[in-house]
């Protein structure tokens, strides 16, 4: 039985499949993964961005392959990059065979809109030859035209039937490598979808709010959206669609999942929305401790409250806890116990110190002792 039968999420049952050594579906973790937007014919250029993501804690990448430059760059892009790299390949399925052969470990294809069932057949080849998985990605904004004339205009049914006509045309060659995501800007189609498919069929699922929107506006409704079925138990892999760096996209996709007890990789940052009955700036603070966390990766909890009123509860729950005191006279808690008093003189680096200890200590005990129950539940999985 669950101490916290009230957080459980119950993860639907999908198969797994992998792309590239990244397990999607089953019992594997929620991969979060983004998208480069520089022109893939340039790899020095993407191959940069990768490496930015991947040190941002992107579990694959998704490269876009509309033209030959493109898929004759990818060789080079993936042999120097270590995530596993998606290649979307549009409508064009000799781009599909390139990028197969060129090492991409995913394609992102919808293959009734490739041609015929020889050129299926095609990319199914290059795909099983090169151990390529693939995406089946519908979306709301581009659906086919018969879809359209039956139901009048997208709906999740009309979403669910394409990516059911997609994935049986796959099947139809007998290839079953692949996941699929129904994507739509609006949260009520997109999550009435994902819910649709997920009764469907047991495939893994992709989610995303597609063009969501700018870095803030973006990452509510993604999290609104994705939140919802994340919670419910509906998703395998996630990209939060932003118009802002790609690395914020992955920053986004952790903290949604960190919200949710589905992930957990770097500082939890617990802290008050500050009062009048702050004792430090709480605001200022919280942003100064994250600018200069950001390189950690252990998981770990960390609690900024400005007064004593919730500080010490909160505290207690955290590795490690600051409460205002007043005059410059703050608590600390490790372990939620009370350890030391601090002023706010040098508070950010104290706490950052701190951090990095309890960190090294964690990644330590780790390492000696790899099957421990209690340290299972700190991986970032």
């Known amino acids: 039985m669950s101490i916290r039968p009230y957080r459980d999420v119950i993860r639907r049952k ?4 992998f792309v590239g050594d990244v397990p999607v579906g089953g019992d594997a973790p929620i991969s979060v993964q983004s998208m480069t937007n520089t022109l893939t014919s340039d790899p020095k250029a993407t191959i940069g961005q990768i490496l930015a993501l991947e040190e941002a804690g992107a579990d694959i990448v998704r490269v876009s392959c509309p033209d030959e430059e493109s898929t004759r760059a990818l060789k080079e892009i993936v042999r120097e990059t270590n995530v596993p790299i998606i290649a979307d390949i549009h409508f064009h399925y000799k ?6 052969e ?3 470990a995913c394609l992102r294809i919808n293959p009734g809109n490739i041609g015929s069932a020889d050129r299926v057949r095609d990319v199914v080849k290059a795909a099983v030859d090169n151990n390529c998985s693939m995406r089946i990605g519908v979306n709301a904004g581009s659906l086919e035209r018969d879809l359209l004339e039956k139901y009048g205009e997208p709906c999740p049914e009309a979403m669910v039937e394409s990516a059911l006509n997609h994935a049986r045309i796959l099947e139809d060659n007998d290839f079953t490598n692949f996941k699929i995501s129904v994507k739509a800007s609006d949260v009520f189609l997109s999550v009435a979808a994902y819910q649709g498919l997920a009764d469907a069929c047991d495939y893994p699922l992709h989610l995303g709010i597609t063009e969501a929107g700018s870095l803030f506006s973006g990452t509510v409704k993604s999290s609104v959206g994705m939140g919802m079925l994340l919670w419910s138990g509906i998703g395998d892999t996630i990209r939060v669609s932003l118009s802002a760096d790609p690395v914020e996209e992955i ?3 952790y903290e949604i999942l960190k919200s949710l007890g589905l992930r957990r990789r770097g500082v939890t940052i617990i802290s ?5 009955r702050q004792a430090f700036p709480v605001i200022r603070t919280v942003e100064r401790l994250e600018e200069r966390l950001a390189h950690i990766q252990t998981p770990l909890t960390l609690s900024i409250i400005g007064c004593v009123v919730n500080g ?3 505290a ?7 409460t ?3 005059k410059g006279n703050h608590m600390v808690y490790l372990s939620g116990m009370t350890d030391h008093k601090i002023d706010t003189d040098g508070m950010v680096d104290h706490i950052v110190d701190l951090v990095e200890a309890k960190a090294a200590e964690l990644e330590a005990a780790e390492k000696a002792n790899p099957a421990s129950p209690l340290l299972s539940t700190r991986q970032s999985a």
């Open 312 to 314: 010490p509860g909160e």
């Open 95 to 100: 781009r599909g065979i390139e990028a197969a």
């Open 272 to 276: 008050c929305p500050s009062c009048a």
């Open 14 to 17: 999908s198969r797994q499949i």
């Open 251 to 253: 920053k986004a996709g």
């Open 102 to 104: 060129a090492g991409a």
């Open 316 to 322: 207690r729950e955290t590795d490690i806890g600051l």
């Open 324 to 326: 205002g005191g007043g």
